[in-house]
């Protein structure tokens, strides 16, 4: 995928978000998690039944990178198995963190492949995940 694609991707998941807006359900387990260095203040809502995410939102204060991997985040991972996300996960991770990954099971999330040439916005990409992991147990 070409920069500018990607770039028009983050932009659009920035401006117009998915999964924005966190429910009045006490069904939904919410964790809030923050960026030290610049204004990321996001809170991850999910509703897990047997061991799968029916749903998953987010709602907060974000830069473009943060905002933009919440809104994709959610999409990727609303209606997977707790095993399935646990793996999306991983494998996001290990790709923000220059590791080897697996690409295939990324989805549109790929787009943040390159997150790794500017240090400073690996934690802005990593919020998200940092707040569903915490909600599924997986945050060891």
Known sequence: MDVKMKRDIILDNYQNPANKGLPNDSTYIEVNSRNESCVDNITVAAKLVNDKIEDVKFD?????????????????LKGKSLE????????????????????????????????????SR?????????????????DE
């Open 60 to 76: 907060g204060d974000a830069c473009a990178i943060c905002t933009s991997a919440s809104s994709v985040m959610t999409k990727e």
């Open 84 to 119: 399935e996300a646990e793996k999306i996960i991983d494998n996001y991770e290990r790709m923000i963190n220059e590791l080897p990954y697996d690409e295939d099971v990324l989805g549109e999330l790929n787009i943040y492949n390159e997150v790794y040439k500017q240090p």
């Open 122 to 138: 690996k934690k802005c990409a990593l919020l998200p995940m940092d707040s569903i992991k915490k909600i599924i147990g997986d």
